[in-house]
């Protein structure tokens, strides 16, 4: 998908994405340049996508030592609380929320 300020690199899942009326949920990758502050260099997460109102909210989140989810696992677990996020044309994540609401909904539209 791109990368940030910082040069993480940021990739989502296409084989696994699901849909809930205007909700999307994708699976996100992240190769860190730099190990965070619990020395993760890959971080999954699960995004929650609201295509109608365009924001997105993180609910599950695993973090490893190694980029490519290689390595041991820091930590695997649901987001306590998760919070709505703006998904801001022009933005990485505004990019992200586009994709995965197109890709969703042009592939269920072509089964039917």
């Known amino acids: 998908m791109g990368k940030d300020g910082d040069g993480n690199a940021y990739f989502l899942e296409t084989d696994n994405m699901t849909r809930k009326g205007y909700m999307v949920y994708a699976w996100q990758?992240?190769?860190?340049?730099?190990p965070d502050d619990k020395g993760a260099l890959h971080?999954?997460?699960?995004?929650?996508?609201?295509?109608?109102?365009?924001?997105s909210r993180?609910?599950?989140?695993?973090?490893?030592?190694e980029p490519d989810g290689k390595g041991a696992t820091?930590?695997?677990?649901?987001?306590s609380?998760?919070?709505?996020?703006?998904?801001?044309?022009?933005?990485l994540l505004g990019k992200m929320l586009?994709?995965?609401?197109?890709h969703v909904f042009r592939t269920k539209a072509t089964l039917m």
């Open 74 to 79: 820091i930590s695997s677990a649901a987001t």
């Open 98 to 102: 586009e994709f995965s609401c197109l």
């Open 81 to 91: 609380d998760p919070e709505w996020v703006p998904a801001e044309d022009g933005t």
């Open 43 to 55: 971080v999954r997460s699960q995004l929650e996508f609201d295509c109608k109102y365009k924001k």
């Open 58 to 65: 993180t609910m599950w989140l695993t973090l490893q030592t």
């Open 29 to 34: 990758q992240v190769n860190r340049v730099q």
